[in-house]
């Protein structure tokens, strides 16, 4: 826990064991480094629910000043979230939902937009036919099903475009990549694999690789880096991904709003795209310029401690040579 501030912020994070929530957090710290008087303590609930839950009233018995959610499942996380927003604690919900509209504010992509825009690509790709596999996260989280509902609303327009399987799971890719190549080397026609984050799409094109198969894949999430999403798209291993922004630094935003009295809009919906081979050149450049410029950012903040620590010793020096 940080040292005494004026605002404390407890983070319920579902889970923190990826690049996509790393990222967020990232974001959010780079936010949060604008806010001296800001402090944040970040609780991983390891996908696990009843974990989450009693994070939560932890944040509650310590009267954190506001909680920032990700609900691990929407159901099971919903009366807890209720309970604190009732206790008078603002809370910022982001990326995956509850059920109930009981919240401050949230923050996050439309999932059910994401599945809509992976349903209008599949259909170009697959030039209005063929069969398709979806793989996705746990059943009861409110991404999974959003971009399944999305996708379906897409694809039953089309009766030549067949969903044959969905399977969902809350594993990390590696442990349910044995499911995945069951299902591929029974079902080796299946034209189109819809992987509702990166991750699961890259473990798939490395299933499809070691059977022989040659399969286009369609991930979420278009984050940056050496074998992100982007990249992914890049080198030709899936075919699109649909970008889903993590939200960090909105998230912190709409947080000091809410502390320090501003007005906030309820919904932050943030920006979607889908991201192919086409437009994939444009997204890097845009992605290594921001990089470039963060690190200039970082570069300045270091000469600007460097600079204030001169500046104090100097002061000192001036101080002593009065005195005496
Ligand atoms: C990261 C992640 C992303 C996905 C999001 C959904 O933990 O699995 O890949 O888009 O969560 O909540």
Not at 285 to 305: F, G, L, P, V
Request: net charge positive; with cysteine; proline share 3%.
């Amino acid at each position: 826990k940080s040292e005494k501030k004026t605002f404390q912020i407890g983070f319920a994070q579902c889970t923190m064991n990826d690049n996509w929530r790393k990222t967020m957090v990232e974001g959010m710290e780079s936010e949060l480094a604008f806010h001296n008087n800001i402090g944040m303590t970040i609780a991983n609930a390891n996908s696990n629910s009843t974990r989450q839950i009693a994070q939560i009233q932890q944040f509650i018995d310590d009267k954190v000043d506001l909680i920032i959610v990700t609900p691990n499942e929407a159901k099971p996380l919903t009366a807890i979230i209720e309970k604190a927003f009732d206790a008078g604690i603002p809370v910022v919900i982001v990326d995956r939902k509850t059920t109930s509209e009981k919240y401050t504010a949230f923050v996050g992509a439309d999932n059910k937009l994401i599945g809509q825009n992976a349903g209008i690509y599949a259909n170009i790709i697959l030039k209005g036919q063929g069969t398709i596999f979806e793989v996705g996260e746990g059943a009861k989280t409110s991404p999974t099903i959003d971009r399944h509902q999305g996708f379906l609303k897409i694809i039953n327009k089309n009766p030549q475009l067949k969903l044959v399987k969905s399977l969902f799971s809350a594993r990390q890719p590696q442990y349910f990549q044995e499911e995945i190549r069951a299902f591929l080397s029974q079902h080796p026609k299946v034209d189109l694999i819809y992987a509702h984050n990166d991750r699961l799409a890259h473990a798939i094109a490395n299933v499809c690789k070691s059977l022989g198969l040659n399969k286009k894949i369609i991930g979420v999430d278009g984050l940056y880096g050496a074998n992100q999403g982007i990249d992914l798209v890049r080198k030709g291993i899936i075919s699109a991904t649909i970008l889903y922004p993590t939200g960090g630094e909105e998230a912190i935003k709409t947080a000091v709003k809410i502390l320090t009295k501003q007005p906030f809009e309820k919904e932050n919906q943030l920006f979607t795209t889908i991201i192919n081979a086409e437009n994939v050149g444009i997204m890097l450049a845009q992605y290594q310029k921001i990089k470039e410029q963060q690190d200039d950012i970082k570069r300045q903040a270091s000469k600007i401690i460097e600079l204030t620590r001169i500046f104090s010793t100097q002061q000192n020096t001036l101080y002593l040579t009065v005195i005496f």
